[in-house]
């Protein structure tokens, strides 16, 4: 048994991996050089992307960017406090730590990602949703599940291809996150389902710029450059 996840090498036992790389052109040094990439986490400490916002990236991925940032602000913020408080007992405390722990990560890297173009970190107030396990784990579902909706919304409008790596290696982590949380709630007949949907529904900004001001959690503008985060009336879940 292995106590962490195997390497490519260890998988290809019968080297149909390495067979198909040959064919590629692919090295064996530069294969297992990649499923070291692969095993070990390639996104650590940053986005996967290498570009300067001011070559050749448009406004709207800019601003694209700035939406996934106001959203990760409030995704850590929600982790953090519920962190803090220290409300959370077993599955519900790991579950807490390890997506805070993801959650500011994502943060860091779009700030860097963005530079002097990143907007600022807003108040926020989550009206005690973390103060009680039954509330954080109902309020960290409907985040995870709006977070899938947002970055899957965004695919079809971002132009650079950098840009959309980006946001392709965060979109399959919020996933993740909503169905561990899922999860956790329970295994009733009217509990949420892990995987609900056969093909994942999409969400556009206005609808979850709105959803997200409507629960009140922030408390402040992010900035006058970024996209309002605070209007509308819809509720998260819907």
């Not at 108040?123 to 985040?143: I, P, R």
């Not at 132009?159 to 980006?166: G, I």
């Amino acid at each position: 048994m292995h106590d962490s996840i195997p390497t490519l090498a260890e998988l290809d036992n019968d080297g149909a991996l390495q067979e198909a790389a040959d064919k590629a052109g692919i090295t064996r040094s530069t294969l297992l050089r990649r499923s070291a990439f692969v095993g070990g986490g390639l996104i650590v400490g940053g986005l996967p992307v290498a570009f300067s916002l001011a070559q050749g990236v448009s406004k709207g991925d800019i601003d694209i960017l700035n939406y996934a940032l106001t959203l990760e602000f409030l995704e850590a913020a929600f982790y953090n406090e519920a962190v803090e408080k220290g409300a959370l007992n077993g599955q519900l405390k790991r579950f807490a730590k390890i997506v805070a722990e993801h959650e500011n990560a994502h943060v860091d890297a779009l700030k860097q990602t963005l530079g002097s173009k990143a907007v600022k970190k807003p108040s926020f107030n989550f009206k005690g949703t973390t103060d009680a396990e039954s509330t954080f784990a109902a309020t960290a579902l409907v985040l995870e599940d709006a977070g899938v909706k947002a970055y899957l919304g965004q695919a079809g409008n971002i132009k650079a291809d950098a840009v959309l790596k980006a946001a392709a290696s965060i979109l399959p982590v919020e996933a993740r996150h909503a169905a561990w949380i899922a999860s956790i709630i329970g295994k009733g007949s009217s509990s949420p389902s892990p995987a609900p949907e056969t093909f994942q529904s999409a969400a556009d900004m206005a609808t979850i710029l709105s959803a997200v001001g409507a629960t009140g959690f922030i408390t402040t503008e992010s900035g006058a450059d970024a996209p309002s985060a605070v209007s509308g009336t819809p509720n998260v879940a819907g």
